[in-house]
């Protein structure tokens, strides 16, 4: 059985310039985004640099991270990847 993409991407080193309205204008073009999370600290409320984009199907995910993983974003490269869940984090094979 194939394995589906995740439809959440992890958006990392983002600049602490970079708001989530920026983020969705930047991934909506692939496709319908229904989440931008950005990741700020719990005292200064400050950006941590990095952020949640989720899509509706794992297609449009899929091409998000092809067109934008390595792009300039404000001045910083940024890293795209499939958010690991939980539960990805839990499997491990037996050996």
């Avoid at 969705?24 to 200064?44: E, N, Y």
């Avoid at 297609?59 to 974003?73: F, P, R």
């Amino acid at each position: 059985m194939a394995k589906r993409l995740s439809l959440q991407l992890f958006i990392s080193r983002l600049s602490s310039f970079t708001n989530n309205e920026q983020l969705k204008r930047l991934f909506s073009p692939f496709g319908d985004v229904t989440d931008a999370r950005m990741a700020v600290d719990r005292i200064t409320q400050r950006p941590k640099g990095f952020d949640f984009v989720t899509y509706k199907s794992d297609v449009e995910a899929q091409k998000a991270l092809m067109a934008t993983d390595g792009k300039m974003v404000d001045g910083r490269l940024i890293f795209v990847e499939v958010a690991q869940t939980q539960k990805q984090e839990g499997d491990t094979k037996s050996r």
